[in-house]
């Protein structure tokens, strides 16, 4: 049975676009990273003590913030109710480190309101980690033993990562407006200082989007490609 799987489709380009738009995301990035990395703030807090000032304001004590390894590892751990911070953003007192905590804090807050958007996120990760594991071999299960619902069973998997990277989009933005909003009325930070942590967050945001598209891309291409099996 011929699936179509090599044939060009719409998806194919948007996937190749995204890769496009990850890649100068990822470079974009680095760079911004490593600039607003050199330039500190004059309050000259560390990224622990940023993110600590934000939990505290919103009676977030309990939430504990650890240290661990690797660049850009920074994130939040609902399961345990731990911020974790790389190196750099946990003892540096930047631009860049104090965004980054303020933006990983910002999603303990929207975990602790029980922003809408965090909650589905979260409820959809056991799903979508089994798509995409599953996707492939299932796709190529089809093709090896002629049995189209396979496809079509990876393919409906494969939603669910989908669905979990398209939700991720308001979930991240939300944090970091809520970083950038904190900054500002906190008083802590100069307009020249915020507008760095703009950028280095806004820099982040595009390659969630780069791996949303891509993600619709090979949806598309799966779905574009079985139908002419």
């Known amino acids: 049975m011929y699936l179509g799987f090599v044939d060009m489709n719409p998806g194919f380009l948007i996937i190749i676009a995204a890769m496009i738009i990850g890649l100068v995301a990822r470079s974009k990035v680095s760079s911004t990273y490593r600039k607003f990395s050199g330039i ?3 309050r000259e807090l560390s990224g622990a003590r940023v993110a600590r000032e934000i939990l505290d304001n919103y009676g977030l004590a309990n939430i504990d913030i650890q240290e661990i ?5 920074d994130h939040y751990d609902s399961r345990n ?11 540096g007192t930047s631009i860049a480190s104090a965004g980054i905590a303020a933006h990983e804090a910002g999603h303990a807050v929207q975990d602790a309101m029980g922003y809408s958007p965090f909650k589905l996120r979260q409820k959809l990760v056991p799903v979508a980690s089994l798509g995409s594991q599953m996707l492939f071999p299932l796709i190529i299960g089809g093709l090896f033993f002629h049995i189209a619902q396979l496809y079509y069973i990876g393919a409906a998997l494969y939603g669910a990562a989908l669905l979990f990277q398209i939700v991720t989009l308001p979930v991240e933005f939300d944090a970091s407006r809520r970083a950038v909003v904190y900054l500002q009325r906190s008083g802590g930070m100069t307009g020249e200082e915020l507008k760095g942590v703009k950028k280095v967050l806004g820099a982040a945001a ?3 989007l780069a791996a949303a598209l891509a993600s619709l891309g090979q949806m598309v291409w799966l779905l574009l490609a079985g139908r002419r099996r």
């Open 81 to 91: 109710s731990v911020l974790c911070l790389s190196r750099g953003v946990y003892s």
């Open 40 to 42: 500190n703030t004059e």
């Open 69 to 73: 390894e690797g660049q850009l590892t």
């Open 206 to 208: 595009m390659t969630y």
